[in-house]
C-alpha cells in the first residue's frame, strides 16, 4: 500500500511513499526493543560520540536535507536550509547534555543509610511528528529520546516521510541497527503505533489528534504538544520594527508554526495605526518569493473555512509573486484581519496560515484578559521599550514561552512546551531528557561489615 505525494509549491504528484499497516508496526517496535538494551547499555560518552556522527551526517549532506524537506513543504531553500542547521546542532547539543546530566539530592540523607537516584531510560519510544517541520519537530522528539538511552520508532507525516527516512539512514549507519527506525503510513499507522509496545509516546500535532494519543495510550507517558494561538501584545511605545518583524515571524513556514504570532492586541488609542502598519508590512511579505504555500489541500480547506467564517470588517490582502508552473499550489498571500469580535473564529481557533488578527483592548487588564482568553497557552510576545512594563505582561502572559520585542526566538538550550490546550511537556534544552527517563532511588543501609 502507498500514498501518493504531492508538491505543495505546484499542486502535482512527486512521487509515492509505502504505509505501514499492523505487520510493519509490530516488525518495527519490536526491532526497536531487541535493540534497547545495547543502546541503553551504552555509557553516556558513547552515546554522546555515535550522536555527534549522525550531526556530522546531517551536516555532510545537508543538500539533501534541504531539497527533501523542500520537496515535501514546498519551503524556500533559506528557511530549509536554517532548519537543517539546527537539526544538527540540536544532535549535537544533546550529545553534551547527557553526559554534563544534573542528579537530585544524594548522599546521607536519612541517618544510617546512604542514597543516590539513577535515572534510566524508559525503553522504546513511538514518536508522531507534523508536517509543518518534518526534520525539525523530529529532532525535538529524537534527539533528546536518543541521548536519554532509548531507542526510537518515529511516524512522519503522511504528506512529509523524505527527511525523516533520510534521518534514520543515517541513524543506523551512525548509532547502530534499529536504534532510529521511520515508518512511514498516514493516521492509522499513527494509531497502530500508539498503541503498539512502546513505553512512551512523544505527539505533536492538533488538539483533537492528541486527545486520541492520550486515550490509545492506555496510562503510558504521554508527551504533547498540540499547538497554540499566540499573543502578541503591542504597547503605543513598542519598536519601530515590531510590525516588520511580526509579519515576518506570522509568514515564516507560511505561517504553519505553533508558536507563530496569531493575535495582535493593542490599546484603543494604538489600534489604528497598528492595522495600517501592520497591513502595510504585510504587503512587502509576498508568497511565493518570501515564503511558501499551505502544505496540503486539507490545511488549505481548514484555513479557506475559517478566513470564510470570520466577521472581520477589513481582510486587507497581500499579492502572490508564484513562478512559473506554481499556479496550482496551495499558496495563500499574508492577510490582516481588523474590526471581528473577539469570538470570533479566526481569533479563537488557531488559524495556521500567514494571517494575523487585530483587536484593541480598553486597557493592559483587558489586552491581558484577551490575551489569555483562548484555549491554547503556548508562546506569546510583548512588544514596548519599556522594560519593566514588558517583562510584567510578559509573567502575566498564560504561556509556556514569552518573548519581549521579538517572536520565534528558541534555541537548544532554552525549554519550549505548552499549557491548557496546547499539551504539556517539554522539547528542547537539558529538561527535555527527563522526558524521556524515569528515576530510581537507590538507598543501602550502612552496618559495619556490609557496606
Keep these: ?41 551504552l555509557t553516556p560518552g558513547e552515546r554522546a560520540r555515535r550522536l555527534e556522527r549522525l550531526a556530522a551526517l546531517v551536516t555532510e549532506h545537508a543538500a539533501a536535507y534541504r531539497a527533501r524537506e523542500t520537496a515535501g513543504t514546498g519551503k524556500p531553500d533559506g528557511e530549509t536550509a536554517g532548519e537543517v542547521e539546527q537539526v544538527a546542532d540540536l544532535f549535537r547539543f544533546y550529545a553534551g547534555a547527557v553526559r554534563a546530566r544534573s542528579a537530585p539530592a544524594a548522599g546521607r540523607l536519612v541517618d544510617g543509610h546512604e542514597s543516590w537516584v539513577r535515572w534510566e531510560p524508559l525503553g522504546v519510544v513511538g514518536v508522531v511528528v507534523p508536517w509543518n517541520y518534518p526534520l525539525m519537530m523530529a529532532a525535538w522528539r529524537c534527539a533528546p529520546a536518543l541521548a536519554a538511552g532509548n531507542t526510537v520508532v518515529a511516524k512522519p507525516a503522511e504528506t512529509t516521510p523524505d527527511t525523516l527516512q533520510l534521518l534514520a539512514e543515517h541513524a543506523a549507519e551512525a548509532l547502530g541497527s534499529d536504534v532510529l527506525t521511520a515508518l512511514p503510513g498516514d493516521r492509522e499507522t499513527g494509531r497502530l503505533l500508539v498503541g503498539a509496545d512502546v513505553d512512551m509516546v512523544a505527539f505533536t500535532g492538533s488538539a483533537a489528534a492528541g486527545a486520541d494519543v492520550a486515550a490509545r495510550a492506555a496510562g503510558r507517558r504521554v508527551s504533547l504538544e498540540l499547538g497554540g494561538n499566540s499573543p502578541a501584545l503591542v504597547l503605543p511605545d513598542a519598536p519601530d520594527d515590531t510590525f516588520t518583524q511580526l509579519v515576518r515571524a506570522c509568514v515564516y513556514n507560511a505561517g504553519q508554526s505553533c508558536a507563530a504570532p496569531a493575535r495582535v ?20 511579505c509576498l508568497a511565493g518569493r518570501d515564503f511558501g504555500p499551505l502544505n496540503n489541500p486539507d490545511q488549505l480547506a481548514r484555513y479557506d473555512d475559517i478566513v470564510a467564517r470570520s466577521a472581520a470588517g477589513r481582510h486587507l490582502v497581500a499579492d502572490l509573486a508564484l513562478g512559473t508552473g506554481e499556479e496550482d499550489g496551495y499558496w495563500r498571500p499574508a492577510r490582516i484581519l481588523a474590526d471581528l469580535p473577539d469570538d470570533d473564529p479566526a481569533v479563537v481557533e488557531e488559524v495556521f496560515g500567514p494571517l494575523l488578527t487585530v483587536q484593541r483592548a480598553a486597557d493592559l487588564d483587558t489586552a491581558v484578559a484577551l490575551a489569555n482568553g483562548v484555549p491554547q497557552a503556548l508562546a506569546a510576545s510583548v512588544w514596548t521599550r519599556d522594560l519593566t512594563t514588558g517583562l510584567d505582561l510578559a509573567g502575566r502572559l498564560d504561556a509556556g514561552e514569552a518573548w519581549l520585542n521579538c517572536h520565534l526566538v528558541q534555541t537548544a538550550e532554552l525549554p519550549h512546551g505548552g499549557r491548557g490546550a496546547s499539551g504539556h511537556g517539554t522539547d528542547l534544552s537539558t529538561l527535555a531528557l527527563h522526558e524521556y527517563q524515569r528515576p530510581k532511588t537507590v538507598t543501602a543501609r550502612l552496618v559495619r561489615g556490609l557496606v
Design 1 to 41: 500500500m502507498k500514498t501518493t505525494l504531492v508538491n505543495p509549491r505546484t499542486g502535482a504528484v512527486r512521487g509515492a511513499a509505502p504505509v505501514a499497516r499492523e505487520g510493519e508496526v509490530r516488525a518495527a517496535v519490536g526491532a526497536a526493543r531487541a535493540a534497547a538494551p545495547g543502546w541503553g547499555g
Design 265 to 284: 492586541i493593542t490599546l484603543t488609542d494604538n489600534y489604528e495605526t497598528t492595522v495600517a502598519h501592520l497591513a502595510a508590512a504585510a504587503r512587502e
